[in-house]
């Protein structure tokens, strides 16, 4: 075993390292780069030079409730696909690929958007558009990892001519939607802008009485406890109005949901 790595870093190096990591993060908030992490990655981004040396860690036992969520989510897709919901109020040459869902099956914090854009149709895969990296960089503020959330859509097609899904197309794909979150059971639902959050709330009210206020789910076939809901502004809405209030706004719900997660601020 190499003795040098071994050594465990001294409370000064640590401390250096620790201010190294706030001003770079501080430099990146000054160029402009907002929603950088600011709180509990920096406690763990010690450089590498300076971590004691991690002992090998054993392999991680199959975790039974992560398969079983597997199987479930293959099969509710497998019928979404036989059903077609989407039939009818699109035809298969209006959309390319199915956008199901994307991350972790066992996540805390599930997101809810509305529908799959051109970039999201183009890869079968939520949020990875222009919004989708602003959510990305909501993700890293919040010292989250994009594979450990899971991330779903109300639409799982993309709508005829990029509309905003209507209350008919919405309840024609909510069954699916709220058999979703039955298998990943997250202890927090994220809801991103009035479509999604009207319809997980079972809610007629508009977005600005809806976010920033603690909500709970109770749909069907939800075994156990009523998950907290969240509601807050779509990546896409703060994009087109990207003023300092909104992201104040988006910023001050996410650390909301970072404390019930006990994602708690570094020191
Ligand atoms: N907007 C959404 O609501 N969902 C996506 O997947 C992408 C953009």
């Known amino acids: 075993m190499n003795a040098e790595a071994a050594t465990p870093p001294s409370p000064d190096a640590i401390a250096k390292a620790r201010r ?43 975790d039974p409730r992560r398969r079983e969520s597997e199987a479930k989510m293959a099969e509710l897709r497998a019928r ?16 390319t ?11 805390r914090l599930m997101f809810i958007g509305e529908a799959p854009g051109a970039d999201e149709d183009r890869t079968g895969v939520p949020f990875v558009g222009r919004a989708g990296q602003l959510l990305s960089k909501m993700l890293v503020a919040m010292g989250l990892q994009r594979e450990s959330v899971y991330i779903a859509n109300v639409l799982k097609t993309r709508p005829p001519n990029n509309a905003t899904p209507t209350i008919e197309e919405a309840a024609l794909c909510a069954p699916y939607l709220h058999e979703q979150i039955a298998i990943v ?26 976010r920033g206020r603690w909500a709970e789910y109770v749909g069907p076939g939800l075994q156990g406890p009523r998950i907290p809901v969240m509601p807050t502004y779509h990546p896409a809405f703060l994009l087109r109005s990207y003023t300092p209030e909104n992201r104040k706004k988006v910023w001050s719900d996410l650390q909301m949901v970072m404390t019930r997660l006990g994602l708690q601020p570094a020191p």
């Open 20 to 62: 190294a990591v706030r001003q770079q993060a501080e430099t990146a908030r000054l160029l402009g780069v907002d929603f950088v992490p600011c709180f509990r990655s920096i406690e763990v981004e010690t450089p590498a030079s300076l971590a004691p040396a991690a002992p090998t860690a054993p392999a991680l036992p199959p």
């Open 80 to 95: 979404y696909e036989r059903d077609a919901p989407h039939e009818k109020f699109t035809t298969p040459h209006q959309f």
């Open 97 to 107: 690929n199915l956008v199901w869902g994307d991350g972790d099956l066992c996540a």
């Open 185 to 210: 059971r997250p202890e927090v639902i994220v809801t991103l802008g009035l479509p999604a959050s009207r319809l997980v709330l079972d809610s007629s009210e508009s977005m600005g009485n809806m």
